[in-house]
C-alpha cells in the first residue's frame, strides 16, 4: 500500500484574517492529487491551578451570543502573517506559545506565571489545521495592575474546585469541546 507523500509546494489559494485554504499537492503511488485544507494560527489554553482548585473564565462569546466558561488563552500570533513567516522559517512554534502563553495568562486573569509546563496539543483534524496547545500553571503570583483585558473582552475569573470544574465539562457548561476533552484528561490524572 502506497502512503501519500507530498510531491511539491504547498499553494495558499485564500487568505482571510484568520483562516487561509490551502493546496498541497501528494501523490500516491502514480498519481497526483492536490489535497485542500485550512489553517489558522496555534492558540493557547492555560490550566492554572493552586490549592485543587482551577481558574476558569467566564468570558462573553459572540458565537454564542452570552457567556461560556473558558480555560484562559488567546493566539500565538497575533496575526496570520506573522504565523506563515513563522512557517517559512520553519521555526518551533513552542517558544512563541510559552510567551503567549504567559502574556494571555496576565491579560485575562491579571496572574503573572512563576512556573509553566506544556501539557497537550491538540490537533483540530486532517482538513483544518488548528492547533490548541495546553500548559500547566502550579505557581503564579497576583499583577499589581490586574486583568489587561482587550477592547471588546469581557473575562470574570473564577477559581473552582477540581471536581466542579470536572462536572462542568462533561455537562456542557464549557463548550469548547477540546478543552472539555483536555481538561478531563488533566483532571483523571489529578
Not at 497575533?78 to 513563522?86: A, F, I, P, T, V
Amino acid at each position: 500500500m502506497d502512503l501519500p507523500k507530498k510531491c511539491g509546494a504547498e499553494k495558499i489559494v485564500y487568505t482571510g484574517n484568520v483562516f487561509e485554504v490551502v493546496n498541497q499537492p501528494l501523490k500516491i503511488g502514480e498519481r497526483v492529487f492536490d489535497f485542500e485544507f485550512v489553517r489558522r494560527a496555534p492558540g493557547v489554553r492555560l490550566i492554572i491551578i493552586k490549592n485543587e482548585n482551577i481558574l476558569l473564565t467566564k468570558e462573553y462569546r459572540m458565537e454564542f451570543k452570552g457567556f461560556d466558561w473558558r480555560l484562559p488563552g488567546g493566539r500565538v500570533f497575533d496575526s496570520l502573517k506573522e504565523y506563515q513567516n513563522g512557517i517559512e522559517k520553519g521555526e518551533d512554534i513552542m517558544p512563541h506559545a510559552l510567551t503567549a502563553a504567559k502574556k494571555e495568562c496576565l491579560e485575562e486573569t491579571g496572574l503573572i506565571v512563576k512556573k509553566i509546563s506544556h501539557f497537550h496539543t491538540s490537533q483540530c483534524g486532517v482538513t483544518v489545521k488548528w492547533d490548541l496547545i495546553y500548559f500547566i500553571v502550579t505557581e503564579s503570583k497576583e499583577s499589581p495592575t490586574g486583568q489587561q483585558t482587550e477592547e471588546g473582552e469581557i473575562i470574570y475569573p473564577e477559581w473552582k474546585p477540581f471536581h466542579v470544574a470536572k462536572k462542568m465539562c462533561i455537562n456542557g457548561d464549557i463548550k469548547e469541546d477540546r478543552t472539555a476533552s483536555v481538561l478531563l484528561r488533566f483532571l483523571s490524572k489529578e
